[in-house]
């Protein structure tokens, strides 16, 4: 079996559980009352593209529009804002995410920073359109936050799928 370069051990499968449990904390984080921040990286969005590159079945665009639609709520904006810019967000990270897994996670994160920024813009632009004020220069540095955040994410969502280095009899995998 060919394996891709950026994986150098096989994974086990990912439970369903986990993938409910990480996407409730990240939006649970980003609905943490820290202010509006316009440089303030969206971990939800972080989160949506780590398992819609790595869980693509499990993870579609069908639920990027309804934490979308969770966010437009809790913020207050423009019904769909969010929703159109996850959607968008998940479905160009589900058309990449085989050729995504090919590459080490740094490049990864370099090939992903295009996707946050589109994102972003969307963003702005539906908001723009809405009559909304421009949040500033400082919106710019949001999705070079959530591309730096990209390693530690893979590192830390990945880690319970990774088997023991050293099987033994009271470690079969």
Request: hydrophobic fraction near 60%; glycine fraction near 6%; include cysteine.
């Amino acid at each position: 079996m060919i394996m891709p370069r950026g994986s150098d051990q096989l994974l086990l499968p990912v439970k369903p559980a986990f993938i409910a449990f990480t996407l409730a904390l990240a939006m649970a984080c980003d609905l943490l009352p820290l202010g509006r921040q316009p440089a303030m990286p969206d971990l939800l969005a972080v989160a949506l593209v780590f398992w819609n590159v790595h869980q693509p079945r499990r993870v579609g665009v069908g639920v990027a529009f309804l934490f979308g639609l969770v966010m437009d709520v809790h913020q207050g904006a423009l019904l769909g804002q969010h929703a159109l810019a996850y959607t968008l967000l998940s479905f160009v990270a589900i058309t990449i995410h085989r050729r995504l897994l090919w590459f080490g996670v740094i490049e990864q994160a370099l090939h992903i920073l295009p996707v946050f920024v589109a994102a972003h813009g969307v963003a702005l632009a539906v908001r723009m359109l809405a009559g909304g004020m421009f949040p500033g220069w400082a919106l710019l540095l949001a999705p070079v936050f959530e591309a730096l955040l990209w390693p530690l994410v893979t590192l830390l969502l990945l880690a319970p799928q990774r088997r023991a280095p050293d099987p033994d009899q009271n470690r079969p995998l």
